[in-house]
């Protein structure tokens, strides 16, 4: 949009209402971003007669009409507040036979929908976070728990890369904010687990919106990623704190996509999702890692995130369970198919290759 105008124009705080007084319908959420002037040699107006008489150029100024960016969180205050209401650490329990599985998957912290952003999510995640909690303890007066996964499945944070970088015009904190409020929830989980059980794995997938980048379309390499960056820092914290022997951070090694565990006699498999694309050809894959011998071929459970739904496959023994998500939720998709998924945190038990108890909080 070209536009006429008397001076300079102002500052962006009026961009805006600049447009708007041309007659300009500008919807909210939307805004007036200057982005060139020129003077117009030929056009000048006089104010006022004789010795009063002041005359100002006339510039040509256009604008662009796009998308207002969310704006930006105190982070100091988001991060802090996770910190706050913690439950009283309790002493070890024995290591036993059960491992008890706490999902973290998606949560895309930076996201914004619905008028919902990255403070409502990390208040779920702390809501689910308690509740996990209070179930571990529940669970652990019937039958003995020695083992805690949290499995970290990917997406932690919206990132840059998604959509070609179009997530930004709906992220209500900077990427490296993002980081920072991922990685002190992070802590909180290890936290709050660790006085309740002889041993916490925490095995971490790289997700698609954990790329760092995408240059020239290109993927970086697939260990290179946030999520992963996030669990090596707060393993470094918590190895700098001391006390924490016990914790077990499981990363991906060098271009893999996944890593593989043991907890209570069960093999678990920790994958993304973005890898086989639609969610019913998770099997499809799964049999083809492991007739390339690849060790998650060989897992008695599959645990994965990126289609937000809850989804259980059960096939030959084994099976293959999709997480549901804590995010904000995701308008394209609702608009496009209908509805969105149930969202929270999924749960479940597992000893000698089984599973039992899958719950969400």
């Known amino acids: 949009m070209v536009t006429l105008g008397v001076g300079q124009p102002g500052d962006e705080s009026t961009w805006t209402d600049e447009v708007r007084a041309l007659g300009v319908d500008i919807p909210p959420g939307w805004s007036a971003r200057l982005v060139a002037v020129s003077m ?42 996770i910190g706050n209401k913690r439950p009283k650490a309790a002493p070890p329990v024995a290591l036993g036979g059960w491992g008890y599985v706490h999902c973290i998957a998606d949560w895309q912290v930076g996201k914004t929908a619905y008028d919902a952003g990255s403070d409502q999510t990390v208040h779920r995640i702390l809501d ?22 949290l499995a970290s499945l990917g997406d932690l944070c919206e990132g840059v890369a998604s959509q070609n970088g179009g997530v930004l015009l709906a992220s209500d ?3 490296t904010e993002q980081l920072r409020v991922v990685r002190r929830l992070l802590l909180e989980h290890v936290k ?52 924490y022997d016990h914790v077990e951070f499981i990363t991906p090694d060098p271009d893999d996509l996944t890593v593989t565990i043991e907890a209570a006699g069960t093999i678990i498999g920790c994958a993304h999702g973005h890898q086989w694309r639609s969610p019913d050809r998770v099997h499809q894959w799964w ?11 060989q897992a008695h459970l599959l645990l994965s995130g990126h289609f937000h739904h809850l989804r259980v496959v059960d096939d030959s023994g084994r099976t293959a369970i999709t997480a549901p998500t804590v995010d904000p939720g995701s308008p394209w998709f609702d608009q496009r198919q209908g509805g969105g998924p149930r969202h929270g945190v999924l749960t479940l038990l597992t000893r000698d290759g089984a599973w039992t108890g899958l719950e969400i909080l």
């Open 287 to 297: 049999a083809k890692m492991g007739h390339a011998r690849h060790r998650i071929g």
């Open 173 to 175: 904190l900077t990427v």
């Open 40 to 81: 117009d040699p030929r056009a000048w107006v006089r104010h006022a007669q004789g010795e009063d008489a002041v005359t100002e150029p006339v510039t040509r100024r256009k604008y662009v009409v796009e998308p207002t960016a969310a704006k930006g969180l105190d982070v100091d205050e988001l991060v802090a507040a």
């Open 192 to 243: 709050a687990f660790a006085p309740l059980a002889e041993r916490i794995v925490v095995p971490t997938a790289p997700g698609n919106h954990d790329e760092p980048h995408r240059v020239m379309g290109m993927k970086p390499r697939a260990h290179d990623s946030f999520a992963v960056e996030a669990s090596m820092q707060v393993a470094d914290a918590l190895d700098l704190a001391g006390g």
């Open 128 to 149: 689910s976070l308690d509740a996990s909690l209070a179930r571990f303890k529940r669970e652990a007066k019937r039958r003995p728990i020695g083992t805690v996964v």
